[in-house]
Every structure is written in C-alpha cells, then in structure tokens.
C-alpha cells in the first residue's frame, strides 16, 4: 500500500515538473566558474538548502505563509548543474502561478544568492530577470559627508593662502638686503693698479691727492 502512495506521489510530481511546463523555472549555476578551485559538489543537500530559500521565498508572499520545503519539487537536474522547479500547492494538488513565484525570487535573489556563495550571473533563474541590490543607506547622514567635504576644502584653501603670503614677505624681506650686501662688497673693494692697491674712493665727501696740493693748502688748511 504504502509503495503504490509513492509511486502515484512521484508519478503527480513527474506530471507537475518538467522541462517547459506551466509555471516552471529553469535554474542554471556555475559554481566552478564563481568559486574555482573553492568549488563544491552539488548534491542532495544543495538540492535541499535550495528547496529551503525557495520556500523561504514563498513565505514572504502574502497568503502563502503555510510554503513547506515539501512544496518545491525539482526535476532533470544535470551535471553541470541545472534543473527546473515548481512550487506546489498540496491543498488544489497543482502548481503556484508563476507570476507569484517570480516576485517570491526577485524579492530574495541576494538572500538565494548569498546561501551559495554566488551572484546573478552564476545563479541564473532563466525565465526570472535579475535584480540590482537595494541601495545601502549610508551610515552617516549624506549632509554630514557634504559639509566635511567642503569643510576641507576650505581648511585647505586657507592654508595655501597663508603660504603663499609668507613666501611673499620672504621674498621682499631678502631683496633689500641683497641690496645693501652688494653695496657694502663695492665700497669696501680695493682696487689694485700696476699692481699697488689702492683706497677707495669717497664718493660723498671726495678725497684730496696730496701731489697737487700747492704749499699754501698743506700748511694752511681750510
């Protein structure tokens, strides 16, 4: 008795999932491709984890609270891994409109996506497009960052302003007294003809040359 309740079980469950029928969904992963040499197998408790988010899934659908892991029925899966799958409803003995399973996956595809380490483009709902992740609200408020941008900004352009004038003042401090150094080195320069040095001369208050001063003038100074 109890292995013809199976076999008539398995035999609604064959009818109900197959490749193209109504309200199926192929699934295709590329877990080498994802995780390389990290890459595990797929094997029946893959299938179950998988069966466990789809009714995870299901249960966030209004009115379908009641989805059991038993509801979700997988058929050809293949070695490279793909296969298809339906949600069941035990109850009318046929399957959920995929309309409503396709809002079930869309609303949880990163939860499905992260309980096997991959992402839309190593796990594939075929007939499901994918789905950006929802925007991450930022920490710290978007006018706290704005205001320390600026903030910056600004401590920056006053620092600049203040170099910029201390070299200035640098600059006109040091040509002054270059200046005078140059007119020290030049007053203070001996000169040298057919060899003897000679003094400089004063520019300011002249200087006398005592060959050409008559008798009168050395004796009698003015």
């Avoid at 038993?70 to 399957?95: A, E, G, M």
């Avoid at 006109?172 to 150094?181: G, Q, R």
Wanted: hydrophobic letters at 45%.
């Amino acid at each position: 008795m109890l292995w013809l309740l199976f076999f008539l079980v398995t035999a609604i469950h064959a009818e109900l999932c197959q490749p193209g029928a109504a309200n199926a969904f192929k699934v295709r992963l590329s877990i080498r491709t994802a995780l390389g040499n990290k890459a595990y197998a797929w094997d029946t408790s893959e299938e179950y984890l998988f069966k466990a988010m789809v009714a995870f899934s299901m249960r966030k659908v209004p009115n379908r609270e009641a989805t059991e892991i038993s509801h979700v029925l997988l058929c050809n899966v293949t070695q490279r891994v793909s296969f298809w799958f339906v949600v069941t409803d035990p109850s009318k003995n046929h399957t959920l409109p995929a309309v409503e399973v396709q809002t079930a996956i869309r609303m949880n595809k990163n939860r499905i996506n992260g309980a096997f380490f991959l992402n839309d483009q190593t796990l594939e709902f075929l007939k499901i497009p994918s789905t950006l992740a929802p925007p991450m609200d930022p920490s710290v408020p978007i006018w706290i960052i704005i205001f320390g941008v600026i903030f910056c900004i600004v401590i920056v352009a006053i620092t600049l302003l203040i170099l910029s004038g201390i070299r200035q003042r640098r600059r006109k401090n040091k040509e002054p007294s270059e200046v005078d150094d140059a007119e020290d080195k030049c007053e203070n320069m001996n000169t040298i003809e057919n060899g003897i040095p000679c003094d400089p001369l004063d520019m300011k208050g002249g200087h006398i040359n005592d060959a050409f001063m008559t008798e009168d003038e050395r004796l009698t100074p003015l």
